[in-house]
């Protein structure tokens, strides 16, 4: 039978939730969660049907995101992609990709981007892994800090407290991070997982009473002969100033009954290890992506961003995907801290690359000349790779904070 490819009308929604929860192989906890959050602009979903069955999904969200030196780009933000187990390795996935990204180019949106299952499905498409991240595991006996305890005082909320305070403080941190993407309201409804266990929220409170930051964790209570050997899970840490920063992190390893602190993803230049008196006592490892990132309009992407240091480079970025479209082509970028223009040229580039890798190296987050050093890159003018590595950097590192 053939798949005919189209969006969902509300009554599809349940169906359309659960071929996505087979596809990821969830829970009926996490069906529950997800049909809220999925049920908003449903005209960007795209579904593939044999006659009423919905055998894969995918759609795109709007979202906004912040670029290095503060700018928010309108970028479509892809999710819910998956296939039924009977109907893999058909090119069901190829087929939705096309259209989404056809969708985000229809709403304007220069940039698609998304978090991803598995590293090894999306650089086919023009994806690059522009925001990686770190994993953190604390041994709290080794724990003591270099500096005096902040001032200001914490509070544990409860979740409705939390609903409401919350989303506030991660918009104030959202709008200067790049690489944070914007929360829709429904978002918060379905983040924490009953699967988690007993859930936390403390705010962190500076000293005129101004809250700056707040964690939401998750306690696995153990007890041995030997006594409690709890763990503590951090699923987001947000600090708006870096006493937040640093009095949510010295909260947490300060919580009597717990042995270990484990956090799944956080910044690179997260200033953890700088704040201790050892810097072994937090291990960060597993270093993965993020967030990755699809350029559809180079001119639009690269020009919304500021620049570390100013500079000119053509960059010449093969689109496969997308030939002759608005990633596709030689574009000279001339930028500065105080911005950049960009405009398509003929050829004689400085660097030449694939449209994935350009998408990699947009935010600032891998360098170019890291990715020259892959092979990714071709370097035609000789110093234009550290020009680039100059350019691109960004302060802090691009992270993602939202899974979606
Ligand atoms: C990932 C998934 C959506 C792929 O769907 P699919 O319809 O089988 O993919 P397609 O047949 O369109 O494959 C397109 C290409 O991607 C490749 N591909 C598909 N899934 C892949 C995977 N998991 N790893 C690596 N490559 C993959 C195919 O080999 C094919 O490559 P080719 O064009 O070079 O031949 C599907 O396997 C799935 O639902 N997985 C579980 C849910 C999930 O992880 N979703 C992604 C969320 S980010």
Redesign the pocket.
Known sequence: MSTIFRAITPDELTAFVNTSSI???ESNAWFEREVPWVSSSLERTIAGFEGDAVV?T?RNYPFEMTVPGGASLHVAG????????T???????????TRLLVDAVEHEEPVSI?????A???G?FGYGASVLAGSVSIAKHAVTFSRPRPAGRLRLIDVDEAGKVEPEVFERLRRVSPGAVSRPELWWHHHYEPSFGTRFDALYESPSGSVDGYVTYSVRDKWTAAGAAHSLAIRELIGCTPDAVHALWRYLTEIDLVQTIVAHSIPLDSPLTWLLTSLRAAQINNIHDNLWARLLDVPTALGARTYAVPGRLVLAIDDPVRPGEAADGAFALDGGPDGATVARVGDDPDLVCDVAVASTAWLGGVRWSQLAVAGLVDERTPGALSTADAMFASTPLPYGYTWF
Do not use: D, K, N, W
């Open positions: 596809g990821f192989g894969s995918s892809v999710s819910a992609v998956a296939v039924l187990p109907h893999r390795r058909r090119g069901l996935l190829r087929e939705m990709m998304l978090t991803a299952s598995e090894s499905i999306y086919r």
